[in-house]
């Protein structure tokens, strides 16, 4: 039984590998890469994939039984390149894809959530066997700021009172390694979360709590928020996107209490508080 991972040298797919050389012999895992060159370090088979270049998928997909297919990086192009890989798989005969979708990916307001969906829907046609692994957020994703907050005193952004249950990118890899080696989960979709929420205030107090320094939540506007991601460098685009998040998080769109990711990986999903420790650290 072999098993693919595309995306496997990005940050996520990395962390599934070391989990499922946990559970199951290198000698069975398969890294699709862009660069296999770049995959050595990952100590398993490493070949060309390219999501937008059909040619290198069909050959680099023989073999392979069960595919996890992270979604691209390329916001816009997603959808192609996603349906590229699925009908590639059928073609080779892949037996099963595992794909890391969206939180609540038919409901949600993120602007990301359209091309999950889109994905989702292609999937579901194939006559692949599936499971749809709705990622939430990394808690990674704010983690990022923190240096910032701790510089100028204050948190910001546009979300509000929003809850974000989100989680570490670890806890997702491992739930995605569990689907990969596990039975049980065909045709299944998982909302996948953190066990418990916060606020981004929340997180300032965290942070505060932590560093012995008082740092405040300042709320924003959308279109202030994305002007001050301007101001410190960030392209125009990206800067509306994040603010965009950030709004759709005050909507409670990154929260869910289902607790669907603890109860597939069998233990609690990582406390934010010790993610900021480390973060700190």
């Known amino acids: 039984?072999?098993?693919?991972?595309?995306?496997?040298?990005?940050?996520?797919?990395?962390?599934?590998?070391?989990?499922?050389?946990?559970?199951?012999?290198a000698e069975s895992l398969v890294a699709l890469v862009r660069t296999p060159s770049k995959a050595?370090?990952?100590?398993?088979?490493?070949?060309e994939f390219e999501y937008s270049n059909p040619a290198t998928l069909t050959n680099s997909l023989k073999g392979v039984d069960h595919l996890l297919?992270?979604?691209?990086?390329?916001?816009?192009?997603r959808k192609q390149q996603h349906e590229n890989v699925i009908n590639a798989a059928k073609e080779s005969g892949v037996q099963r894809?595992?794909?890391?979708?969206?939180l609540h990916a038919d409901t949600s307001s993120l602007a990301l959530a359209e091309e999950h969906l889109a994905t989702e829907r292609i999937l579901k046609e194939s006559g692949i066997p599936y499971t749809i692994?709705?990622?939430?957020?990394?808690?990674?994703?704010?983690?990022?700021?923190?240096?910032?907050?701790i510089a100028s005193g204050a948190l910001i952004g546009s979300a509000g009172e929003g809850k974000i249950s989100s989680a570490a990118r670890a806890d997702y890899a491992e739930a995605a390694a569990v689907v990969l080696t596990g039975a049980?989960?065909?045709?299944?979709?998982?909302?996948?979360?953190?066990?418990?929420?916060y606020t981004l205030a929340d997180l300032a107090a965290e942070i505060s709590r932590?560093?012995?320094?008082?740092?405040?939540y300042h709320n924003l506007p959308e279109e202030k928020y994305a002007e001050v991601l301007k101001s410190v460098g960030l392209p125009d685009g990206l800067a509306?996107?994040?603010?965009?998040?950030?709004?759709?998080?005050?909507?409670?769109?990154?929260?869910d209490s289902s607790k669907q990711l603890s109860a597939l990986v069998g233990h609690s999903t990582t406390p934010l508080n010790d993610l900021v420790k480390r973060a700190l650290s």
């Open 69 to 77: 297919l992270i979604s691209s990086s390329e916001i816009g192009q």
């Open 1 to 25: 039984m072999k098993t693919g991972i595309t995306g496997a040298t990005g940050q996520l797919g990395r962390l599934v590998i070391e989990h499922l050389k946990e559970i199951v012999s």
């Open 133 to 149: 692994l709705r990622n939430g957020w990394y808690t990674e994703n704010y983690l990022g700021s923190i240096a910032d907050a």
């Open 210 to 216: 932590q560093t012995g320094k008082h740092i405040s």
């Open 40 to 47: 050595v370090d990952l100590g398993i088979e490493a070949l």
């Open 184 to 197: 049980g989960h065909e045709g299944k979709v998982y909302e996948l979360a953190g066990d418990s929420y």
């Open 97 to 102: 894809i595992i794909y890391t979708s969206l």
């Open 240 to 255: 509306k996107t994040i603010a965009g998040y950030d709004v759709s998080a005050s909507k409670n769109d990154l929260f």
